[in-house]
C-alpha cells in the first residue's frame, strides 16, 4: 500500500517497492502500469486515500518521485495519476475543484512535478472538472502546465470513460483515451474514425496527431533545416537507446550526455530547460554546430524509453478480465522474494498509537509484567484473538469483486504451542459480553478491526467510495474498548 510505504519515510523502501512491482508487471506481459497515485487527501474520508503518499505534499512528491524510477528501472512505464485535483470519489464525475494557481504550484502539483523530474513515461487526467473544464480537456493544466511549465515529454492518457470529447480532448493535451470506446463495449470511440475526421477536414492540425503518436524531429546546421523525419524513429531512438535515465537535474536545467551518430557521426552534449521544449545540440566544433527541436515525446517514445521494442520483453501472459481461462492465463508467478520488502515496509511503517504496562497479572502465572505490553514475551500460554480482521474472507480471498467488501482478511497464523481461542462473528451485545469474559482469563488479546473504501463504483457497507465516517467498522472501536476494560 503507498500509505504504508510513505509513512515509513524511507527512499530506499520506497524505490524498492516501485522496482519489485515494475518486475511483476513487466513479467506479466504489461507494458503501462497505472501508477503510482499522488492525489493529496486533503479529505480525509477520501476513498481512495490509501492509494496515495499522504497529504504533506514533499513527503508525495519525493515518494512519487522513488517509486517512478523503481518502476521504470524495471522496464515498465508508469503513469503519474490523477491530474489533478481529484480529492473525492463520491460524485466525482459531476463536480468541479476550483483551485488557484499558488496552491496548485504549492500543494497539489508539486508530486506531478516531481514524477516528470524522474522521467515518468505517461500520465492519467481524472474524471472530475478543473475550474469547470473536465480535466481530460483542461489545456491549462495539461498543455500549459503539465507539458509546458513542469516539461512532461510522456503522454496523457484519460481514465477510462473520462474522454468526453475529440477536439475539446485533443486540444486540450489528451494524447491517448482509454479503454478506447466511449463506454465498455461501445464500440465508438472519440478518436478512431471521429479523430481521422477531424483530421480531414482540418479541424484538428495533423501535426497534433504526429504529436500524440510519436512526434516531430527536426534538425538543423548553421541554421539551415538539413533533416526532417518522424521522431519515433530518431528522437525516441535518442532518448531510449542513448541518454541515462534518470537525468540529472540541477536547478531547472538538466543535462543529458549522449554519443549519436545521426548518420553524419555528431556526438554531442545536450542540455534543455524544463520550462520548454527546445534541445540544443552542438557537434564539440565552434565553426560546426548543429541544434534541433523536439516539439513533444508521447507514446512511441515512452514505449521505446522503457525498452519494450525488445524482442526479449515478455508478451501479455494474463487475463484480468477471465481468470478461469487457461488458453489466455499461463500463470507466470512473478512474486520472486517481493515478500521481503512487503515484510520490511510493513515494519518500518505501522504506527504504534500506544504501549503501556498493563494493570493486570497474568491470569495463568499471577504474575506482573513490568514492562509494556509489546513486544509480546513468548511466556503467554493462553491468547485471544478477537476481530473481523484476523478471519480469512469468509467466501474466500476473491469474494469480492474489485475487492469491493469487507468480511475478513486473506490469511493469518500464530505458533502451535500457544492455545488461541477466536470470536469472529460480528459484535453484538451478546458477543461482546461473551469477549470481554474470555479476555479476563487471557494472558494476552489480539484484537484485529478494519475498514475499507475505494473507488465511487464501489459500495462497501453502504459507503459510495468515500467512507461515511471514520470510525472502524463492524462496531470494531466497541470491541477494543470492551477487551481492554476487562
Not at 499522488?38 to 481512495?48: D, F, L, S, T
Amino acid at each position: 500500500m503507498a500509505l504504508m510505504a510513505a509513512s515509513t519515510w524511507n527512499r530506499r523502501l520506497i524505490r524498492e517497492r516501485g522496482l519489485a512491482m515494475g518486475r511483476e508487471h513487466v513479467g506479466k506481459g504489461v507494458n503501462v502500469a497505472l501508477g503510482p497515485m499522488m492525489n493529496m487527501g486533503c479529505i480525509a474520508q477520501e476513498g481512495r486515500n490509501w492509494e496515495g503518499f499522504g497529504a504533506d505534499p514533499f513527503l508525495a512528491g519525493e515518494a512519487a518521485y522513488e517509486t517512478v524510477l523503481g518502476m521504470q528501472q524495471a522496464g515498465i512505464t508508469a503513469c503519474a495519476k490523477h491530474f489533478m485535483f481529484n480529492e473525492q470519489e463520491h460524485k466525482r464525475t459531476t463536480t468541479s475543484s476550483f483551485v488557484d494557481s499558488r496552491t496548485t504550484h504549492e500543494i497539489y502539483g508539486h508530486p506531478f512535478l516531481r514524477s516528470v523530474m524522474a522521467g515518468v513515461g505517461s500520465s492519467m487526467c481524472s474524471y472530475n472538472a478543473i475550474n469547470s473544464t473536465y480535466a481530460c480537456k483542461n489545456s491549462p493544466t495539461i498543455n500549459a502546465l503539465l507539458k509546458s511549465e513542469y516539461g512532461f515529454r510522456g503522454y496523457m492518457m484519460s481514465d477510462w470513460q473520462a474522454t468526453l470529447s475529440t477536439f475539446g480532448s485533443v486540444a486540450g493535451g489528451l494524447d491517448m483515451t482509454m479503454p478506447g470506446d466511449i463506454t465498455f463495449d461501445s464500440e465508438d470511440s472519440y478518436f478512431g474514425v471521429n479523430l481521422t475526421e477531424y483530421v480531414r477536414n482540418g479541424t484538428i492540425p495533423e501535426e497534433r496527431v504526429d504529436d500524440m503518436a510519436s512526434g516531430w524531429f527536426r534538425w538543423f546546421r548553421n541554421g539551415v533545416e538539413v533533416l526532417d523525419v518522424e521522431r519515433w524513429f530518431l528522437a525516441c531512438w535518442l532518448l531510449a537507446s542513448r541518454f541515462p535515465f534518470p537525468v540529472h537535474v540541477f536547478g531547472f536545467f538538466f543535462l543529458l550526455e549522449a554519443e549519436v551518430e545521426l548518420g553524419m557521426g555528431y556526438g554531442f552534449l545536450a542540455s534543455s530547460t524544463l520550462a520548454n521544449s527546445r534541445v540544443f545540440m552542438g557537434s564539440g566544433l565552434l565553426d560546426d554546430v548543429g541544434w534541433a527541436v523536439f516539439e513533444s515525446t508521447r507514446i512511441l517514445a515512452a514505449w521505446y524509453l522503457a525498452h519494450q521494442d525488445s524482442p526479449s520483453y515478455p508478451s501479455t501472459n494474463f487475463n484480468a478480465f477471465n481468470i478461469p481461462d487457461e488458453a489466455t492465463n499461463e500463470r507466470v508467478n512473478v512474486q520472486a522474494d517481493h515478500y521481503k520488502i512487503v515484510r520490511e515496509i510493513g515494519r518500518a511503517g505501522i504506527v504504534l498509537l500506544k504501549n503501556e504496562k498493563p494493570k493486570q497479572k497474568f491470569p495463568h502465572t499471577n504474575t506482573d509484567l513490568d514492562r509494556p505490553a509489546l513486544p509480546l514475551t513468548g511466556r503467554e500460554r493462553a491468547v485471544l484473538v478477537a476481530g473481523l480482521d484476523a478471519a480469512p474472507q469468509r467466501g474466500g480471498p476473491n469474494m469480492f469483486s474489485d475487492q469491493g467488501g469487507n468480511e475478513g482478511i486473506w490469511r493469518w497464523g500464530g505458533e502451535p504451542s500457544t492455545l488461541f481461542d477466536w470470536q469472529f462473528d460480528d459484535f453484538t451485545p451478546s458477543a461482546l459480553t461473551s469477549l470481554r469474559s474470555q479476555a479476563a482469563r487471557k494472558d494476552a488479546a489480539l484484537v484485529f478491526i478494519n475498514c475499507d473504501s475505494g473507488e465511487q463504483y464501489l459500495s462497501p457497507d453502504r459507503n459510495e467510495g468515500d467512507r461515511k465516517n471514520l470510525t472502524a467498522w463492524d462496531n470494531g472501536h466497541t470491541l477494543v474498548q470492551t477487551i481492554a476494560s476487562r
